[in-house]
């Protein structure tokens, strides 16, 4: 199924979110806006401007509550939560610029019913309340010395590191939810580490993509850094990449390309479906 856009030629897509229960859709834009599709409809269900404030208007990045609503985050420094019966005004805002100053936030991700965890261009990783948009933690705790460019939930109990992040200081940062507080970074790439996702099978695998080009497949228990594979060693730097249900499959934007390989037995040299000019 291929969507249809509200603004197909002035209005960049920057970040996307699928609702796991409802199979709903939702877009973040260069210019501010919020594009919602629902399952196998190819118009969008609603759009409206969630983010403005002159060039710093791109939404970053957008998450589903466990309730049905939105979460988004704009270059403006804001994260807002959206009730999509009546976007005009935002249930809540919380303002990520006053423990960055001058900063916005890149990536977020629901935990659970009510926790929300966000990865902000300064470095920091902060807890907050879903429903209220309050502080949920000890507050800012600086580990990335650098942007952090993805956060994601891992299904591993808090313990166990039930968040990670990546940093544009090519670590991996492993966190406990429950306290707010992170396990020691781990180096994973030379540079800046561009994405991570997880496998919905295994808390304990992940991968992690880096400018450098290299796709690494690891066990990413807390403290490990244990290759399981190389995906990729020179592929074009990696925008994107998201794990099968059953963990055996594993899809990886690479510049125009969208790359499907075997996570069983990856060969870096020949992946096994390579759809071009889609990414």
Known sequence: ??????????????????????GRVAAGTGLGNV????????????????????????????????????????????????????????E????????????Y?????????????????????????????????PGAVPTHTAAVRQVVATG?????????????DGTLVYWNDRTGFPFSPIPVHPGIATG???????????VTGGEDGSVLLLDYGPGSRVPLATVS????????AALSPDGNRLAVGQGASLVLTDTESPDPDDPSVEVSDTV
């Open 92 to 103: 809540w805002e919380l303002d990520h610029g006053e423990s960055e100053p001058g900063q």
């Open 35 to 90: 594009v919602v599709w629902e399952e196998a409809e190819t118009r969008p269900q609603v759009a409206f401007e969630a983010h403005a404030g002159g060039e710093l208007t791109a939404v970053d990045s957008v998450a589903w509550a466990s309730d049905g609503d939105l979460i988004s985050a704009g270059r403006d420094g804001a994260v807002r939560r959206w009730n999509l019966g009546d976007p005009t005004q935002p």
């Open 156 to 168: 591993a109990a808090p313990d166990d590191g039930s968040v990670a992040s990546v940093a544009d």
């Open 233 to 240: 060693a020179d592929w074009t730097e990696p925008s994107g």
């Open 196 to 206: 991570v996702a997880w496998d919905p099978a295994d808390p304990q695998v992940g």
């Open 1 to 22: 199924v291929q969507l249809t856009r509200t603004d197909p030629d002035g209005d960049p897509f920057f970040s996307l979110a699928v609702e796991a229960t409802s």
């Open 105 to 137: 936030v890149n990536s977020l991700a629901t935990l659970g019913k009510d926790r929300l965890v966000t990865g902000g261009s300064g470095g920091l990783v902060q807890f907050w309340d879903a429903s209220t948009g309050e502080p949920d933690g």
